[in-house]
């Protein structure tokens, strides 16, 4: 994929901070700057599975539609992909595992990738290490307001038979509901949320419990994530495995929208669709778009398969 274009155009209280999405190393050192890092507290609690974690709905050209049945019937078929899941598979490790083969798109990495090659090491960082990132962490005290959201990453090894990631590092970041980012926005400098990091369980897979991301000026909503090999090597030159971002579904985001507080989001989702996406488009982010269940009302899941 092309990498992301410069600051997009719009009125300035709609756009992100030109340095939004440069990756952790940066962030981490802004995060210094501002005398919010301590001593690493250990790792986050464990992640826990969805329903799905694949693209639904119609399948794109040349290729198969995503059904559970249709996994379940691969996985039948083959008994070595069950064999390569934990002793006890989740269904949603089953189907990833049935539906394993193309890798995820990898999008932009940002010059500083925080593995502390040239710059802070992420282990470094008090309280980075969470499931919830919904608040600030650190000296930084803000929450993040919103309709729950809570997301899901399957990480599998393409090139060792599709076996879950156990033990790699994610971290995940996205915007608020005013489309803003912490620690870039002007109203945010001080406040670091929305944020985290986490190693994969033994099915390759880590949850984080956050908000329903905005939309803001040229974007489709989305969240940033960086795969790292393992946390204790997260920091080493050379081992980021991936870096992408999933893509929200749009009835998701028109059923959040429509609620108290993602008003300026409406507006912007008119202006972007998928295809036209400066991120997503050349493909219509099929590969990216996460599986999403629930309502505004009680909050959603969203989950995402990520072959590396």
């Given at each position: 994929?092309?990498?992301?274009?410069?600051?997009?155009?719009?009125?300035?209280?709609?756009?992100?901070?030109?340095?939004?999405?440069?990756?952790?190393?940066f962030d981490l050192s802004t995060m210094l700057s501002r005398r919010s890092l301590g001593l690493f507290l250990g790792a986050g609690g464990a992640a826990a599975a969805l329903a799905a974690c694949t693209p639904g709905g119609s399948s794109p050209a040349g290729r198969p539609a995503s059904s559970a049945?249709?996994?379940?019937?691969?996985?039948?078929?083959?008994?070595?992909?069950?064999?390569?899941?934990?002793?006890?598979?989740?269904?949603?490790?089953?189907?990833?595992?049935?539906?394993?083969?193309?890798?995820?798109?990898?999008?932009?990495?940002?010059?500083?990738?925080?593995?502390?090659?040239?710059?802070?090491?992420?282990?470094?960082?008090?309280?980075?290490?969470?499931?919830?990132?919904?608040?600030?962490?650190?000296?930084?005290?803000?929450?993040?307001?919103?309709?729950?959201?809570?997301?899901?990453?399957?990480?599998?090894?393409?090139?060792?038979?599709?076996?879950?990631?156990?033990?790699?590092?994610?971290?995940?970041?996205?915007?608020?509901?005013?489309?803003?980012?912490?620690?870039?926005?002007?109203?945010?400098?001080?406040?670091?949320?929305?944020?985290?990091?986490?190693?994969?369980?033994?099915?390759?897979?880590?949850?984080?419990?956050?908000?329903?991301?905005?939309?803001?000026?040229?974007?489709?909503?989305?969240?940033?994530?960086?795969?790292?090999?393992?946390?204790?090597?997260?920091?080493?030159?050379?081992?980021?495995?991936?870096?992408?971002?999933?893509?929200?579904?749009?009835?998701?985001?028109?059923?959040?929208?429509?609620?108290?507080?993602?008003?300026?989001?409406?507006?912007?989702?008119?202006?972007?669709?998928?295809?036209?996406?400066?991120?997503?488009?050349?493909?219509?982010?099929?590969?990216?778009?996460?599986?999403?269940?629930?309502?505004?009302?009680?909050?959603?899941?969203?989950?995402?398969?990520?072959?590396?």
């Amino acid at each position: 994929m092309t990498s992301l274009p410069p600051h997009e155009s719009g009125p300035e209280e709609q756009r992100p901070h030109p340095n939004h999405d440069r990756g952790l190393e940066f962030d981490l050192s802004t995060m210094l700057s501002r005398r919010s890092l301590g001593l690493f507290l250990g790792a986050g609690g464990a992640a826990a599975a969805l329903a799905a974690c694949t693209p639904g709905g119609s399948s794109p050209a040349g290729r198969p539609a995503s059904s559970a049945a249709a996994a379940s019937a691969t996985a039948s078929a083959s008994p070595s992909a069950a064999t390569r899941a934990s002793a006890t598979p989740s269904p949603t490790l089953t189907r990833a595992i049935a539906e394993c083969g193309v890798e995820i798109p990898q999008e932009t990495a940002g010059p500083f990738p925080g593995d502390g090659s040239n710059g802070p090491n992420v282990l470094e960082a008090s309280g980075v290490v969470r499931r919830d990132i919904t608040s600030s962490f650190g000296s930084a005290s803000a929450t993040a307001e919103g309709v729950p959201l809570t997301f899901t990453l399957t990480l599998l090894d393409n090139a060792n038979g599709c076996t879950p990631l156990a033990g790699a590092a994610v971290y995940a970041w996205h915007c608020d509901r005013d489309g803003k980012y912490s620690l870039y926005d002007s109203s945010l400098t001080n406040q670091n949320y929305l944020r985290g990091v986490q190693e994969a369980d033994s099915n390759g897979q880590v949850t984080f419990t956050s908000i329903f991301p905005g939309a803001y000026s040229g974007r489709w909503p989305h969240i940033h994530f960086e795969v790292f090999e393992s946390m204790n090597n997260a920091t080493a030159a050379g081992q980021v495995l991936a870096v992408s971002q999933i893509a929200l579904t749009q009835a998701a985001c028109d059923d959040v929208y429509a609620t108290a507080g993602y008003e300026r989001s409406v507006t912007n989702m008119l202006r972007t669709t998928l295809q036209s996406d400066n991120v997503f488009g050349d493909d219509g982010g099929i590969y990216q778009l996460a599986t999403m269940a629930g309502s505004a009302a009680a909050g959603y899941t969203a989950g995402l398969n990520v072959t590396i």
